[in-house]
T-cell receptor, first 114, second 114 residues
Framework: GDSVTQMEGPVTLSEEAFLTINCTYT??????LFWYVQYPGEGLQLLLK?????DKGSNKGFEATYRKETTSFHLEKGSVQVSDSAVYFC?????????????FGAGTRLAVHP | DAGVIQSPRHEVTEMGQEVTLRCKPI?????LFWYRQTMMRGLELLIY????????DSGMPEDRFSAKMPNASFSTLKIQPSEPRDSAVYFC????????????FGPGTRLLVL
């Protein structure tokens, strides 16, 4: 079935370090792909998305490219800040019974220290 | 614009009591989702409404859980009777029902059943 696999956390980085969080997916057809971020005590917020192969989503210095050949959507940021500390969820949207169902990965916790 | 509004933000109750969680989706959105988040199981979709009609309730754990959407601006998730294993964060999300359209999450209700 459709699924999302993320690298396990926590990921601990120093401020200004380079970030990569790996995400791979299994899906039939051509899903849309998303990264959501959850700050402590809050709900999930959309960080970026891509709706077709080779699209690059970007926001707040984060970016991810939809790679159909490797079924991946890895999240990257060139220089992380303490304020980026959060849990990051990769997700895909697939048709299911007449609507688009979001399937989430397990989440990767990022901790950035000064 | 106001985002998705959930109440209460925190709920502590005793086993066997009835719990009602409330959600107001973003105005104009025609899809509403209830999710449950736990450390063990991650994010789980409980139920999906489209135009106030329940479309997919396959994620509802058991008969103790019920959800309603009497109009486009209000939904409830009820647990009766509650059990300690229901302790989790419950999120409501809304969206426009188009392919790949973003789901917007509320801040969640943190439920603790003693």
């Amino acid at each position: 079935g459709d699924s999302v696999t993320q690298m396990e956390g926590p990921v601990t980085l120093s401020e200004e370090a380079f970030l990569t969080i790996n995400c791979t997916y299994t899906a039939t057809g051509y899903p849309s792909l998303f990264w959501y971020v959850q700050y402590p005590g809050e709900g999930l917020q959309l960080l970026l998305k891509a709706t077709k192969a080779d699209d690059k989503g970007s926001n707040k210095g984060f970016e991810a490219t939809y790679r159909k050949e490797t079924t991946s959507f890895h999240l990257e940021k060139g220089s992380v800040q303490v304020s980026d500390s959060a849990v990051y969820f990769c997700a895909l949207s697939v048709p299911s019974g007449g609507y688009n169902k979001l399937i989430f990965g397990a989440g990767t916790r990022l901790a950035v220290h000064p | 614009d106001a985002g998705v509004i959930q109440s209460p933000r925190h709920e502590v109750t005793e086993m066997g009591q009835e719990v009602t969680l409330r959600c107001k989706p973003i105005s104009g959105h025609n899809s509403l989702f209830w999710y449950r988040q736990t450390m063990m199981r991650g994010l789980e979709l409980l139920i999906y409404f489209n135009n106030n009609v329940p479309i997919d309730d396959s994620g509802m754990p058991e008969d103790r859980f019920s959800a309603k959407m009497p109009n486009a601006s209000f939904s409830t998730l009820k647990i009766q009777p509650s059990e300690p294993r229901d302790s989790a964060v419950y999120f409501c999300a809304s969206s426009l029902a188009e392919r790949g359209e973003t789901q917007y999450f509320g801040p969640g209700t943190r439920l603790l059943v003693l």
